[in-house]
């Protein structure tokens, strides 16, 4: 009887790592999509040597 509460104990704790484990899987890819999503956007806000628009800031910069 001991031995098989000790089973079902360690299957316990396996399932709960794993399920903890998929959280922050979870998390780390939400934080990586969101990072993409900044990274886009700071290209836009700067602009690129090419820009002529005076809405960024390397278009700005070529107004000077």
Known sequence: MAQSFAMR??????QLK???????A??????REEKQESEEQAVVI???????SGQTIKGLEKRR
């Open 9 to 14: 104990l360690q299957e316990a704790k396996r």
């Open 46 to 52: 700067k602009g690129t040597d090419a820009d002529q």
């Open 18 to 24: 794993n399920h903890l484990l998929s959280e922050v």
């Open 26 to 31: 979870d998390e780390v890819n939400a934080r």
